[in-house]
């Protein structure tokens, strides 16, 4: 079924996306509502009300449902292919309330703390909110560059490093497996967290990522592996998990906000359980994979035929595009593809430093490839009238 999000822009609005009607927006990294498995949901909230079982509908234990951490743990050891025990996972209500927490737990305002330059800008504002200083680290092909890394850490003594070791958004990099060994031991030498948001891990569609920073976990105290629903089921849930060190489990558990309000998302884990279980989770990533995996084609094809002076490395998974268009200001740009009725989201905007200037990311996560298509056929008249 195709859900027309558009003709409902007049009603009341439930969603985050505005775009109109006429409008491509090649920047959205939302997922598509035809990607949304609502039959699988339909089919696991059956199962979780005919079990009868009112628990979930209690304050939930602080660290997270139990069974639900259990599911999640069979599921994590398999796709992950090293033991995972359900007793170091801390069941949250997405990356972003992860980010929030670790912030509010391990920080102070004005601490400084290290991100990769471009990151996640929606990263930014949180640790923004926090008032923490933002210290940016380049990058290459092969993800941060830990020498920089080193480098600063005398001058800034940063609380944390926040990295996105696997088809990082926006660049669509992946940290090479020898530097995530040598910035876990360097880590555990300078004693500093890493926390590395994983929410693209699973995502893979012709490369098998490196291992996850969740392996490092049980020996690695300054270890924090953030993950979510968001991207391999739905963002709506409000879902997501933390796999850490028993110590660092035991301090998330033990803040004053679960003692009051109980873990998170009793309800929505509960429910959720039965997916994992039922092999849900594995089938609806094995069918996001193909589908992106077709429209990471489409944007390919049609940056080389309407784009053919961009630059950009393929992306291997995830999300996105990151483009490189020399010479053009995407700032300025952005206010010129209106016109075209095409949108993108600027590099500037991942950046802490407000560089990266005459970068885009596009992503091919919200269109199917027809749309795809178009909307860079777009961006092609935008950029040949710039
Ligand atoms: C790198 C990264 N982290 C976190 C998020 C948001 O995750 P969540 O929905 O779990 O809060 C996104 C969403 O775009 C993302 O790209």
Redesign the pocket.
């Known amino acids: 079924m195709f859900f027309v999000y558009t003709s409902y822009m007049t009603e009341p609005s439930i969603t985050q996306i505005n775009i109109p009607a006429d409008f491509i927006d090649l920047g959205m990294?939302?997922p598509d509502f035809d990607l949304l498995p609502l039959d699988l949901l339909h089919q696991a909230a059956d199962r979780y009300f005919l079990s009868g079982d009112p628990r979930s509908l209690q304050y939930g234990m602080e660290q997270g449902d139990g069974y639900f951490r259990r599911a999640l743990s069979d599921f994590l050891t398999e796709a992950y292919g090293t033991d995972v025990d359900p007793d170091l996972l801390f069941v949250?209500?997405?990356?972003?309330?992860?980010?929030d927490l670790i912030c509010t737990l391990f920080t102070r305002p004005g601490d400084s703390i290290f991100v990769e330059e471009p990151?996640?800008f929606?990263?930014l504002r949180i640790f923004a909110d926090h008032d923490l200083r933002i210290v940016s680290i380049p990058m290459d092909d092969d993800g941060i560059c830990v020498d920089v890394l080193e480098e600063k850490f005398a001058k800034f003594r940063p609380k944390f490093v926040y990295i996105?070791p696997t088809f990082?958004?926006?660049s669509g990099r992946t940290l090479s497996q020898a530097r995530r060994e040598e910035i876990v031991a360097w880590a555990q030498r300078e004693n500093i967290l890493v926390v590395a948001?994983e929410?693209?891990h699973f995502l893979a569609y012709t490369q098998t990522p490196p291992e996850p920073f969740a392996a490092f976990t049980r020996d690695a105290d300054q270890v924090i592996s953030?993950?979510?629903?968001?991207?391999i089921l739905a963002?709506g849930l409000?879902?997501?998990w933390i796999q850490a060190h028993s110590k660092v489990i035991d301090r998330l558990a033990g803040c004053g906000l679960l003692e009051s309000g109980g873990g998170m998302n009793p309800y929505t884990s509960a429910l959720v359980r039965g997916l994992v279980e039922s092999g849900g989770l594995k089938e609806n990533i094995s069918h996001l994979c193909g589908e992106y995996a077709g429209r990471l084609n489409a944007m390919e094809a049609a940056l080389s035929r309407y784009l053919p002076t961009a630059k950009y490395t393929l992306p291997q998974g995830?999300?996105f595009f990151w483009v490189h268009l020399p010479g053009v200001d995407a700032t300025e740009l952005r206010r010129k593809t209106r016109e075209y009725k095409v949108d993108l989201r600027q590099g500037a905007l991942f950046s802490s430093r407000m560089e990266m200037r005459d970068y885009v990311r596009l992503s091919f996560c919200f269109y199917g490839p027809m749309a795809i298509e178009e909307g860079v056929k777009r961006l092609g008249d935008c950029l040949a009238d710039y």
């Open positions: 990294g939302n949250t209500t997405g990356v972003s309330s992860a980010l990151s996640y929606l990263a996105i990082q958004n926006p948001d929410v693209y953030v993950n979510s629903f968001s991207k963002p409000r879902l997501g995830g999300f």
